[in-house]
Nanobody, 125 residues
Framework: QVQLVESGGGLVQAGVSLTLSCAAS????????MAWFRQPPGKEREFVVS????????SYADSVKGRFTISRDNAKNTVYLQMNSLKPEDTAIYYCAADRIFYNSGSSDGSWRYWGQGTQVTVSS
């Protein structure tokens, strides 16, 4: 079992950068693929990006390609989401997820076993 805790969300203006962190405990994330999802107000939770155990493979949603970057530090048991050029459309609760299997951008939220509680990102125009 693994527990995931997101942090780094906040209220920001459009165009700025923000980095989210997902700290894991209870299990080494070196044995897990990781992902970020988000849920905009009034909408379904959607896939953002995933990364394989060794960082050899990543998969990004079209809406964030070129702006968001996922990375992981297995020694710190932490995964990051660097978000650049933020837009109001990026406003959402951002969730960290993990699984023993790697899923790409076509995956659903039901494919991922472990979830954090989420952190709010609000981008004003």
């Amino acid at each position: 079992q693994v527990q995931l805790v997101e942090s780094g969300g906040g209220l920001v203006q459009a165009g700025v950068s923000l980095t989210l962190s997902c700290a894991a405990s209870g299990r080494a994330i070196s044995g897990l693929s990781m992902a970020w999802f988000r849920q905009p107000p009034g909408k379904e939770r959607e896939f953002v990006v995933s990364i394989s155990r060794s960082s050899s493979t990543t998969s990004y949603a079209d809406s964030v390609k070129g702006r968001f970057t996922i990375s992981r530090d297995n020694a710190k048991n932490t995964v990051y989401l660097q978000m650049n050029s933020l837009k109001p459309e990026d406003t959402a609760i951002y969730y960290c997820a993990a699984d023993r299997i790697f899923y790409n951008s076509g995956s659903s939220d039901g494919s991922w076993r472990y979830w954090g509680q989420g952190t709010q990102v609000t981008v004003s125009s």
